[in-house]
């Protein structure tokens, strides 16, 4: 069965057949030390509700793949959860860095792509009614169902002016799904946040792939929040989630200032030891002897000023 954006899905697609070679099949070796890594929780910390108050342009990591931005004045939500689990299903590892009740109302909610991790519908129902919702096209009806009337709609590479903001959807090499039924009937990607202080980067899920180059030669990007989580095993997350080394390649490739880390930490969705990402992200970086000040692996509930 193929949805509307079938044409646009990464390659090789990966099935039910999959799924049961990863659960059912032999396991890769771990780690010697993989449970000492696994034990491994990102800091919860406070001052992020804070910062997020004052009116000053900051980055929080609110956990996982959510980040609560305040740019051109605007307060701007990404990928928003807050839900103790994910559908029921994969428990809260840390708890978020800001409660949502102490998060200031939202002018602008984006939403990358339907997986449960991203459009969490619970959290989303318990947001402004007055904020503008962004998302790729064909989810907007979801939106619409928990009440929120000011939603748009986006392609790739088509833009959204909110106040001073320019917001724009651009591509991901992921795919989509809620139900076996509607794969790939709605798009998927990231956004570029162009404000006064700078541009913001959010990559949404995503493979390593040349639209990290093509979104960097459209964009000169100040903080990029890429994922480091979420792949492994590696022959089976290869053409839908980055490992550490493919983030910081496609970080690489944007041209961006600043590497935020996230998707990782938060809910256990893979086989990696839950602290591993950080460990890899920042064993690279050393590597190729980048300015450790750009690596930005924040604890949950840090602020960090955007200037
Ligand atoms: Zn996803």
Redesign the pocket.
């Known amino acids: 069965m193929s949805g509307r954006f079938q044409e646009r899905a990464t390659n090789p697609t990966r099935g039910p057949g999959d799924i049961l070679k990863w659960k059912l099949g032999k396991k890769e070796p771990r780690r010697e030390d993989w449970k000492d890594m696994d034990a491994v929780r990102p800091a919860v910390v406070d001052g992020g509700a804070v910062a997020l108050a004052s009116g000053d342009p900051v980055a929080v990591w609110i956990g996982h793949a959510t980040w609560a931005l305040r740019l051109g004045g605007k307060l701007v939500l990404v990928d928003p959860i807050w839900s103790k689990s994910i559908s029921g299903v994969a428990p809260r590892l840390v708890a978020p860095g800001v409660p949502l009740d102490q998060t200031p109302a939202a002018d602008i909610v984006l939403v990358t792509?339907d997986?449960r991790?991203?459009m969490d519908l619970p959290t989303l129902g318990k947001l402004s009614p007055e904020a503008t919702y962004i998302v790729p096209l064909g989810n907007g009806p979801r939106i619409a169902k928990l009440g929120h009337a000011r939603i748009v709609e986006l392609d790739w590479w088509k833009s959204h002016i909110v106040g001073d903001l320019e917001i724009t959807l651009v591509p991901a090499r992921?795919?989509?799904m809620r139900m076996p039924w509607n794969r790939n009937d709605t798009l998927?990607g990231g956004y570029v946040i162009e404000g006064p202080e700078g541009v913001a980067y959010h990559s949404?899920?995503t493979a390593y792939g040349e639209h990290f180059a093509e979104i960097g030669a459209r964009f000169s990007i100040d903080w990029a929040m890429l994922p480091t989580g979420g792949y492994a095993p590696r022959w089976f997350m290869e053409p839908?989630?980055v490992d550490p080394v493919e983030a910081a390649r496609g970080f690489e490739a944007l041209g961006a200032k600043n590497f935020l880390a996230m998707h990782w930490g938060t809910y256990r969705l893979t086989d990696e030891a839950i602290g591993e990402p950080p460990e890899r992200l920042r064993a690279y970086w050393g590597e190729r002897g980048w300015d450790a000040s750009r690596l930005w692996i924040l604890d949950a509930g840090e602020a960090r000023p955007l200037r």
């Open positions: 792509h997986h991790d991203h992921h795919w989509s998927w949404g899920d839908q989630h």
